[in-house]
């Protein structure tokens, strides 16, 4: 069982990546996925979350409008479109997995995540 991130880099602000999170060993389809990003010395915080279980998006009021998450069970995996990126958005980015929850407000709260992904890094420059 695993969950790999990938699509990190190094980007001037305004730019753009485009993260992914694939999922092996078993299927994301009654799951919710949630990705995360984690500064060091800072709390990790919920960025936004996609239930392939009820279908429900959520994202945190920062990265409203700029970030788009989906996902493709075909290809078992979940994406995170950062457009717009700030350098406030520097962080190691991390996905992670819950049985069957719906995604709210709670996401980044209270969830047990089963999974975990290793991260990968994003750096936006000035």
């Known amino acids: 069982v695993q969950l790999v991130e990938s699509g990190g880099g190094l980007v001037q602000a305004g730019g753009s990546l485009r993260l992914s999170c694939a999922a092996s060993?078993?299927?994301?389809?009654?799951?919710?996925i949630g990705w995360f990003r984690q500064v060091p010395g800072k709390e990790r915080e919920g960025v936004s979350c996609v239930s392939n279980s009820d279908g429900s998006t959520y994202s945190i009021h920062s990265v409203a409008g700029r970030f788009a998450i989906s996902s493709d069970k075909a290809k078992n995996s979940v994406y995170l479109q950062m457009n717009s990126l700030k350098p406030e958005d520097t962080a190691v980015y991390f996905c992670?997995?819950?049985?069957?929850?719906?995604?709210?407000?709670?996401?980044?709260?209270?969830?047990?995540?089963?999974?975990w992904g290793q991260g990968t890094q994003v750096t936006v420059s000035s």
């Open positions: 992670a997995v819950e049985w069957k929850a719906p995604c709210n407000s709670e996401f980044g709260i209270s969830y047990d995540y089963l999974y």
């Open positions: 060993g078993f299927s994301l389809d009654d799951y919710a």
